[in-house]
Every structure is written in C-alpha cells, then in structure tokens.
C-alpha cells in the first residue's frame, strides 16, 4: 500500500552501523511516521549493542556543506539534532542552521552518553550546547544524566525534574521533554516543561534490554510529527506511544542492548 510523505525532517546527527541509533534509528523513525528524511552526518562511529568502539569525526565544513545543501535545496519543516560531540562542530552546525535555515524549529537531543557508557560529548562542548543550541531550540530532550549535567542538579523525583527542566528553560529553549527512562519504579514518567506549565506523561515500564537507540528515536518521531503540523503535546504523545511499542515488539537482534522495531505503529 503506497503512503503520502508529509513534512521534511533534516537529522543532523552521527551515524550507527548496527542500525539501532543515531542516523540510522533517525531515518527509520521518520519514515515510520510518514516524513521525508534528509542527513547531516556528523562522525562515523564503530559500535554494536554492546558500545561504541570508534569515532570517526567528520570535518566540519563538510558539515556543514550538507546542511546547506539540503535547507537550500529541499528545504526543511523542522531540524532535528543528534550527536555533536566536539564545540567546533556545534559551531558549525548553529552557522549553517542559522544561515540557511533560520526560523525552523529545532528539536535537540543532547546526545552525551551512548547507552553501553561511552561518552559521545567532549567536555568543552557542553558550554557550546548551552549557549549556542539550547537558546534556539524548539524542544530539547534530555535524560535523567543529561539533565544532571545541563542543569547542576541531582534528579531523583518529579520535583526534581521539573526544578531542572525550568533551569534549562531559562537557558532559552522553548520547551523541554525531561525523560525519566533512567529512574526506578514500574513506571516511566516523562515531563513536557514550557512557559505555559507542565504536561506529565506516564507509561507502563517495559523490563527489557532492548533499549538502543530509543532517544534518538523519539526525539525524530517528534521532529517528524511536528514537520506535520502537530502541536507539541500531541507530537510528544504520538512519539512516546510509537517508541513504547517499537520496545515492546523489539526484535531480540544483538547479545547488548538491543535495537527497537522502527515498524511498530505509530498512531
């Protein structure tokens, strides 16, 4: 059965040759959602389900060339970012995106940590991210260890993520989702942080390893579903329901963390 694309999504962000994060999980969640994928590669990476062994960092003018090129030729409805792991390359990536793609929402995933434990994120660059990407930002999504280091707190309930979400508000996004996948319980709970409030999302915990690449595929199924023409909460609910059962039909692939199933529905 043949599908109408709907929205541009330009996923700027590292590649995964296992498939299960990065631009791969990126294009793959789009394209379940119904968008039309473009990509900025930042590094190539060498990893598995277990972790990442190596990194091959990508020049940033070329970079940046990618960037301008899709903006000015396709053009884009949002800009989603991924891993931009060294402060030239978040320089890079505001002077394109600001100088070709001005006015496009930006969802940034503050990728830092992959999931087997290595860092993605030099140190310097975080200053970069804060006071470069985050003032521009549409919605930023962090995890528990993310929000931590953006924030200077120490996360461990409700409270404390939303006293966190409103210190990266005031770093200038216009929103953030504080994912709380990294707590305990039998619950996942995730907070929509904006000017207006707080919006609470909750959801059955999923007891599983097959875990790779879930914040890179939320934060494009969000992306994408805002490229649509979704308001924010409903763009979030949408993409949160779709990684639930991307989990809970995982496929099993892999002897780490195992990659989620991309064709699971998404409405």
């Known amino acids: 059965m043949a599908h109408t694309l709907k929205g541009r999504v330009l996923i700027i962000a590292g590649s995964d040759p296992s498939g299960g994060a990065g631009i791969q999980a990126d294009i793959k969640a789009c394209t ?6 473009m990509t900025a590669i930042t590094a190539l990476t060498a990893q598995d389900t277990n972790g990442v ?17 899709c903006l000015d030729d396709i053009g884009a409805d949002t800009i989603k970012t991924g891993m931009l ?63 931590e280091l953006l924030s200077g707190m120490t996360i461990e309930t409700d409270a404390d993520m939303k006293k966190a979400g409103q210190a990266i508000l005031k770093r200038g996004a216009k929103a953030v989702l504080m994912k709380g996948g990294h707590r305990e319980g039998a619950e996942v709970t995730d907070i929509l942080l904006t000017e207006g409030g707080a ?60 990659p989620l199933n991309h064709l699971a529905d998404a409405d």
């Open 53 to 69: 062994t190596g990194v091959h960092e990508v020049p940033e003018t070329f970079i940046a060339e990618q960037i301008k090129l």
């Open 85 to 147: 792991h060294r402060a030239s390359v978040i320089q890079a990536v505001f002077d394109a995106t600001q100088g070709h793609g001005r006015g496009i929402p930006l969802v940034l995933d503050p990728v830092m940590v992959a999931k087997g434990g290595s860092p993605l994120l030099q140190k310097d660059a975080v200053h970069a991210l804060q006071t470069l990407l985050i003032p521009i930002a549409a919605l930023i999504t962090p995890n528990i260890p993310e929000a």
């Open 32 to 37: 379940a959602m119904g968008a039309y994928a």
């Open 199 to 258: 919006k609470t999302f909750r959801s059955p915990r999923i007891k599983t390893r097959q875990t790779h690449g879930t914040g890179c595929t939320l934060a494009s199924a969000i992306a994408a579903s805002l490229a649509q023409g979704m308001a924010l909460e409903t763009a979030v609910e949408r993409a949160r329901n779709y990684v639930w059962n991307a989990i809970n039909t995982a496929p099993g692939y892999g002897s780490g963390h195992g």
